[in-house]
């Protein structure tokens, strides 16, 4: 079951969240899970990271034509090849004639192989001229495939992680969940509107499942790098795929730390 939203949220300046959740039950109880996509939007170009699951594709193109208010899309940015972030390249590359895919596009053409004409390589380190503000990529510090990017806004500060920083709200998942799921009502919130601020708890139940890889790996290095990444790109907002987006950015980036290093030590938090 999925649930969707009728606009877009924008975030900042130039910065809209799109998207929509999907809908299940755990402990008796309805529950959401964000699959978000964020539009860029510069002078003269516009840019799509993520492009939202298949099941609100409707509602993506939707939104995509409002936030856009008749300027056409011009560049997509899938942080990877997954489905909830590249699940709707198909749709928006008919629905945009003219827009072109980039990053790390190694294996785009055996996904898409009539879109190959299309895909533009674009390496962490370079970015996209949008006209008074640039979309850089960046490389992704927490990811789950090899060929994960991150992006940065230079114009509004917006720091876009893929499948980074999501967390379970207050809603413990059962034990097979590994989705980072929140309450009905408590969608398209930034975190600093939440009932409470995610707890290392909440944060790290949903790392150990969605990111197994982090049970095995310190990841001390890893946050090194962000804080570079943060020192160098000054940052208002996390824009997580999954989960809300992060308004508190230094004390997301602590309890993000700490629920890794829980998972990875093996120890119990609260």
Not at 130 to 135: C, D, N, S, V
Request: glycine residues 10%.
């Amino acid at each position: 079951m999925s649930t969707a939203f009728e606009s877009a949220r924008r975030i900042a300046d130039g910065v809209f969240w799109l998207g929509g959740c999907l809908s299940a039950f755990g402990h008796g109880e309805e529950v959401h899970y964000h699959v978000n996509a964020y539009l860029v939007i510069g002078q003269e170009r516009t840019a799509l990271v993520d492009t939202g699951d298949p099941a609100h594709r409707a509602v993506v193109l939707a939104q995509l034509e409002e936030a856009l208010a008749g300027r056409p899309l011009d560049y997509l940015v899938p942080t990877h090849p997954e489905i909830p972030h590249a699940g709707n390249l198909p749709a928006l590359l008919e629905r945009y004639p003219d827009a072109v895919v980039v990053g790390e596009t190694r294996d785009y053409h055996l996904h898409f192989p009539e879109h190959a004409h299309r895909l533009r390589p674009l390496a962490a380190g370079e970015s996209i001229d949008l006209g008074g503000r640039e979309l850089e990529l960046l490389p992704a510090h927490i990811r789950d495939l090899e060929n994960t990017t991150w992006a940065w806004d230079s114009g509004a500060g917006v720091l876009f992680v893929s499948d980074g920083f999501s967390f379970i709200h207050d809603v413990p998942g059962p034990d097979d969940e590994d989705e980072p799921v929140h309450r009905p009502g408590q969608c398209r919130l930034f975190s600093g509107e939440m009932p409470e601020p995610p707890s290392v708890a909440q944060a790290a139940y949903g790392t150990g499942r969605a990111l197994y890889w982090t049970k095995f790996v310190d990841v001390s290095d890893a946050f090194t790098a962000i804080e570079r990444i943060l020192d160098s790109h000054p940052t208002s907002f996390i824009g997580p795929a999954h989960g809300n987006v992060i308004d508190d950015v230094d004390g997301m980036l602590r309890t993000s730390l700490a629920a890794h290093r829980a998972v990875y030590q093996g120890s119990a938090v609260g």
